[in-house]
């Protein structure tokens, strides 16, 4: 789960588990993710590099993953990343010759998304939208891509995901990563307080933090690894891989409570790589 950065005079938000409906959830995690935009570049964007495609803490880069399939067949593609927050993956994705669209809940996210453009050029179509509601018509897209955009984030993920296969075209591919299932049963700290198992891996109630008056500030759902292949299922896709990336010795980098110890005993990501058939 994400660490809150509070501005400056905030009351400090309650940390629980309870439920939160879609529009809830949508709605708290556009307001969080506008506010601690600026934070969250400030600390991650050297890691997540301008223009490159990082799949998680563990540093997977597609160069090497090739889930997408092979760069040079990249080239001409019509490939939809959500949830893109400063849209990195969409820039290289345009530099290998892709024709990327960025879309993301949050508008200040989008603007980070600007800004690096205005630096390292890569321009390409930038839309504020729930993943839940995508603004494209049918068949529009040859591939779709998420880096922990938006899944862990919805309340409905079969509701994203069937409106994703809907954009999508026959043959193509859908790949999202997002915290592996199993990091639920355990306290998010990096150390090796991190490492014993503190909650049901079966709960699924949602993480919420909410403001003093009960109003949820941020939202994360919890689904099982079963949950979310009957998700890719319901949502029509055929699901032909399922990777857990290693941490690899090059990364000596913590990320909230993603890092080398924890990361070289438990897998921190989950990625799914679907087709529309
Ligand atoms: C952890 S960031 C991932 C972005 C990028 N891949 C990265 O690694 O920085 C999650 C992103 O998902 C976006 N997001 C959360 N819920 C969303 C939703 N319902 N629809 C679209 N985007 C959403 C957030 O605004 C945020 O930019």
Known sequence: ???????????????TRRAAD??????ANRGWWDRNADEYQIEHGTFLGDDRFVWGPEGLD????????????LKGKDVLEIGAGAAQCSRWLAAQGARPVALDLSHRQLQHALRIQ?????????????????????????????????????????????????????????VFSVTHPIRWAFPDEPGPEGLSVAASYFDRTPYVEQDDEGRAV??????????????????????????EPQWPAWN??????????????????????????
């Open 218 to 243: 941020y939202v994360e759902h919890h689904r099982t690894i079963g949950d979310r292949v009957r998700d890719v299922v319901a949502g029509g896709f055929r699901l032909v891989d399922l990777v």
């Open 62 to 73: 597609e160069v090497e993953a090739e889930l997408l399939g092979p760069p040079e067949e």
């Open 252 to 277: 000596t980098q913590e990320w909230g409570g993603w890092s080398p110890l924890r990361g070289n005993l438990i897998p921190g990501t989950a990625i799914f790589v679907c087709v529309r058939d």
């Open 118 to 174: 205005e630096g390292v050029g890569g321009r390409m179509p930038l839309v504020q939208a729930d993943a839940g509601a995508l603004p494209f018509a049918d068949g529009s897209f040859d591939l779709a891509c998420s880096a922990y955009g938006a899944l862990p984030f919805v309340a409905d993920p079969v509701r994203v995901l069937r409106d994703v296969h809907r954009v999508l075209r026959p043959g193509g591919r859908f």
């Open 1 to 15: 789960m994400e660490r809150i950065i509070q501005e400056p005079d905030a009351p400090e938000p309650e940390a």
């Open 22 to 27: 879609v529009t809830e959830s949508s709605r």
